[in-house]
C-alpha cells in the first residue's frame, strides 16, 4: 500500500468514449502529478498541481483535462483519445513539487481500440 | 536542454552479486530521485539526494555534483531485487526522468 489509490487498475475505451482516471491520496501532500508511460520511453510528466493549483502543463493533447477538486484528489478526464494514448498512467504525489520524495500509485492500464 | 542517461539499459545478475546501475545528468540539479519499478507497473521511491550518499538495506545511493552522475549499488542481490531502475532530475521546477534499467538477478 503506497498511500495513493488509483481506479480504474484497467480501461478500455473506443476512441469516441469519454471516461475518467481517478487519483485519491491521504498523505497530507501538497503536490499531485499525472505520468504517462509508453513502451521503452521514460516516464513523461503530464500535469502537476500544487496546492491545488496547476502549475505545470507540458504541453497536452486538449483531449486530456486535469482536474484538482481539492488538496487529496486528482482526475484526469479522457474524451476523443487516439490508439497512441494507450500507456499506463501513472498518479503521484509529494509534500513538495520536486524536492521530496515521490508515492506513486499502481497506475491505470488504458487501451484505446 | 536537461538530459537524463542512465546505463546499462540491461543488467542480468546472479544472486549474490554486487551491482551498479549508473546515471548521467546534464544539467546542475537540486535533487536527484531513485525509483524501482516492479512488474505490473508500481513505482516506490528509493532515495532522493543532493549530496554524498545515502543507505537504506542493501541499497546505496552516491552522488557526485562535479562529474553530474550518480550511482545506485545493491550488496547481496537477490531475485526479489528483479525490477527496473530509474533515476530523475529535479532542477529549476522540471522533474526528467531516464529511460531506466531492467535488472534481472537469477537464482
Known amino acids: 500500500e503506497t498511500g495513493v489509490t488509483q481506479t480504474p487498475r484497467h480501461l478500455v475505451m473506443g476512441m469516441t468514449n469519454k471516461k475518467s482516471l481517478k487519483c485519491e491520496q491521504h498523505l497530507g501532500h501538497n503536490a499531485m502529478y499525472w505520468y504517462k508511460q509508453s513502451a521503452k520511453k521514460p516516464l513523461e510528466l503530464m500535469f502537476v498541481y500544487s496546492l491545488e493549483e496547476r502549475v505545470e502543463n507540458n504541453s497536452v493533447p486538449s483531449r486530456f483535462s486535469p482536474e484538482c477538486p481539492n488538496s487529496s484528489h486528482l482526475f484526469l478526464h479522457l474524451h476523443t483519445l487516439q490508439p497512441e494514448d494507450s500507456a499506463l498512467y501513472l498518479c503521484a504525489s509529494s509534500q513538495v513539487f520536486g524536492l521530496s520524495p515521490l508515492h506513486f500509485g499502481n497506475g491505470t492500464r488504458l487501451t484505446v481500440t | 536542454k536537461n538530459e537524463v542517461e542512465q546505463s546499462p539499459q540491461n543488467l542480468t545478475a546472479q544472486e549474490g552479486e554486487f551491482i551498479t546501475i549508473n546515471c548521467s545528468y546534464s544539467v546542475g540539479i537540486s535533487a536527484l530521485h531513485w525509483l524501482q519499478q516492479h512488474p505490473g507497473g508500481g513505482i516506490v521511491s528509493l532515495f532522493m539526494?543532493?549530496?554524498g550518499k545515502k543507505k537504506h538495506g542493501r541499497l546505496i545511493a552516491t552522488i557526485n555534483i562535479q562529474e553530474k552522475h550518480s550511482s545506485l549499488h545493491i550488496t547481496a542481490s537477490h531475485p526479489r531485487d528483479s525490477a527496473v531502475y530509474i533515476c530523475a532530475d529535479y532542477n529549476t521546477d522540471k522533474l526528467i526522468f531516464g529511460t531506466g534499467t531492467r535488472l534481472q538477478v537469477f537464482p
Open positions: 539526494l543532493s549530496s
